[in-house]
């Protein structure tokens, strides 16, 4: 055999052993690890390659190197809270009215988060684009200092233009404007929203951007956090991206959906705005922007962000929702698009249907994508055994994200209960003590569910075999959709 053949199969063993050791050292899902080995060692030279450009997490190596990326986490000295973050006026945990019960999922929460808990907040429920697109439009046109956008998805005719347009009268203004749009979102709609806000000399930057040569490493890390944040005073978040939802006008390949929005006012706007700011140098280097002082609120929500993401906030959330869970005495209610939980959470789950409690979980019965629709139908039998309700709300899709317990607490944001929200992408949720607010929430769901048709275990095992083929083919893929 010639010398350059032994080199080839040298130079495609090494990589073979190589990327299957950094997968067993560095990976921290069994599971995961074990599939990344196999990949790499049986499917030469694509598993390795598959792995350099998916399976290597860069994004926590070059967050070291920026240690300013997270001001408010050294992540060398992880137990402490920087003082510039401390606020002597904050009173403390117990002093807030809410349930005892939940005392601990607060403490619990702050010392993984390092964020404080705020009080003093008011959060006022948007549905849809009818009302949510407005409220954000009269925010940014009412903008005196800055306005901080960030987005998964902008379009770029309708809706997404009416925003574009917003954003440079502000510029025009002298208003300090930045615009965060993620690499992949922005490919979903043409023109490009990046090219279209050049044209309009809108200041903005990229998460992450996509390259052919040489190839991004970081195409599976993306930012799906949406932040409006003006002035420092009034934040945006939920599950809506900046695209027309209206079907009357009827825009070739945009799907009518349901959604939910939040505009938040108070502290957790100072939260919000660091968050946008921390992400925004991380992508441009820019230092010199600063957040403006957490401004007095008038609500009384109580609030905290949880940063989600595949760098040191792994897992927060997840641990978070576990233990907020846990603490349930009467109902958990879940209403996600995309619902494929780790093991962790459909334990507790079952566990409190176990005990008892009421334990509703609210799915979309027609979903934009139908693979995790499918992969989902694979495992409901593990919650549907434990007697936890399944409800399937008709369309159109609705793509709100929500998590309530026991009338007192709720996750607002943009994090799906799937392997990519938990693991993959960077989100923001925001968690909140009001009862006022999660029984608005809780009466939403249960009107919904008033609507919906609820899924039963023999159902499930009536599917023929062809249709239980499919299901179990996309619930092996869930980790990675």
């Known amino acids: 055999m010639p010398i350059f053949h032994w080199l080839v199969i040298i130079i495609i063993a090494s990589l073979q052993i190589s990327s299957a050791w950094h997968a067993l050292i560095y990976k921290r899902d069994p599971k995961g690890s074990w599939a990344w080995i196999v990949t790499c060692i049986l499917f030469p030279p694509i598993g390795p390659l598959l792995y350099f450009l998916l399976g290597i997490n860069r994004v926590r190596t070059k967050a070291k190197k920026l240690k300013w990326y997270w001001p408010l986490i050294d992540i060398e000295k992880i137990e402490e809270i920087p003082a510039e973050f401390e606020d002597e006026n904050q ?222 906030d792994l897992n927060k959330l997840n641990m978070t929702i576990i233990g907020a869970m846990t603490l349930a005495k009467e109902r958990i209610a879940i209403m996600t698009p995309y619902f494929l939980p780790h093991r962790e959470v459909i334990g507790v789950l079952q566990s409190a249907a176990l005990r008892g409690i009421q334990v509703d979980v609210i799915l979309p019965a027609k979903n934009n994508l139908p693979y995790v629709h499918w992969a989902t139908r694979n495992m409901l039998w593990e919650l549907l055994q434990y007697r936890v309700n399944v409800y399937y709300q008709p369309p159109p899709f609705n793509h709100s994200k929500m998590l309530t317990i026991d009338g007192l607490y709720a996750q607002i944001g943009t994090a799906n209960l799937d392997p990519r929200s938990l693991r993959l992408n960077f989100e923001l949720v925001v968690e909140v003590f009001d009862s006022g607010l999660v029984n608005s929430l809780n009466t939403h769901m249960d009107q919904i569910i008033s609507m919906s048709e609820s899924t039963s275990l023999k159902e499930l095992d009536n599917r023929n075999l062809l249709v239980r083929t499919r299901d179990s083919f996309c619930w092996l893929f869930s980790p990675y959709f």
């Not at 009357?248 to 660091?274: A, C, Y």
Request: hydrophobic share 40%; proline share 8%; glycine share 8%.
């Open 91 to 312: 009173p403390s945990l117990t002093s807030f009215v809410c349930s005892p019960v939940f005392h601990p999922i607060a403490e619990f929460s702050e010392a993984v988060t390092k964020r404080p808990l705020l009080g003093q907040n008011g959060i006022r429920i948007l549905f849809n684009s009818e009302e949510t697109f407005p409220e954000m439009l009269k925010a940014i046109d009412s903008a005196k200092k800055s306005v901080y956008l960030a987005t998964y998805i902008m379009e770029t005719r309708h809706t997404g233009l009416e925003f574009i347009q917003a954003l440079d009268r502000a510029c025009r203004r002298g208003v300090v404007v930045r615009v965060m749009i993620d690499a992949v979102g922005e490919l979903y709609t043409l023109p490009l929203a990046g090219r279209v806000l050049k044209k309009y000399n809108i200041p903005f930057t990229r998460f992450i951007p996509l390259r052919l040569i040489p190839p991004s490493p970081f195409i599976n890390l993306r930012n799906h956090r949406k932040i409006l944040v003006i002035d420092g005073k009034t934040g945006f978040t939920g599950g809506m991206n900046l695209r027309s939802n209206d079907p009357g006008r009827k825009v070739k390949g945009s799907l009518w959906m349901k959604d939910t929005h939040f505009k938040l006012t108070g502290p957790i706007v100072n939260q919000m705005e660091k968050i946008f700011l921390e992400d925004w140098g991380f992508c441009t280097g820019e230092k010199d922007l600063r957040s403006h002082p957490p401004s007095p609120g008038e609500g009384i929500a109580i609030c905290r962000a949880i940063t989600v993401g595949p760098n040191q």
